[in-house]
């Protein structure tokens, strides 16, 4: 079973409002430009992704549904990150500086997403 539209909508707003809120707090205001900033962000959008597929059912076993949860969360954090770069002036390569963040943010989702559906299954096997 797919994700409803406004279930999508709802998941990139947050992944959009993590990502951009966060980098207020990076030293830097552009987590890429220290190495705090992507301790900081790695960290944030793992518990991001780790909380949200967390709450999932374990009863939803649908790939297809992870996968567009995970995507979902992943474009709204790149939404937000452009937008926060936007903000602070992008410069000549911001191309390249997406591309980097895109990879780092795919991993930390995906690494976040993992360990959140790893302890549910868990607990679930667990309370059973």
């Known amino acids: ?51 949200v597929f967390f709450a999932m059912s374990s009863r939803s076993r649908d790939g297809r549904r992870r996968a567009e949860t995970l995507t979902a969360l992943w474009l709204g954090a790149m939404a937000g990150f452009t937008g926060a770069l936007a903000a602070i002036g992008p410069g000549s390569i911001f191309p390249i500086v997406l591309a980097v963040a895109a990879g780092l943010s795919a991993a930390a989702l995906t690494g976040g997403a993992v360990v959140g559906f790893a302890l549910r299954t868990l607990l679930t096997s667990l309370v059973k």
């Open 1 to 51: 079973m797919s994700l409803t539209p406004k279930m999508c909508g709802g998941l990139f707003l947050l992944g959009a409002a993590v990502a951009g809120v966060s980098q207020l707090f990076t030293p830097t205001r552009w987590w890429l430009n220290s190495s705090d900033g992507v301790k900081l962000e790695v960290i944030v959008l793992s518990l991001l992704a780790a909380s």
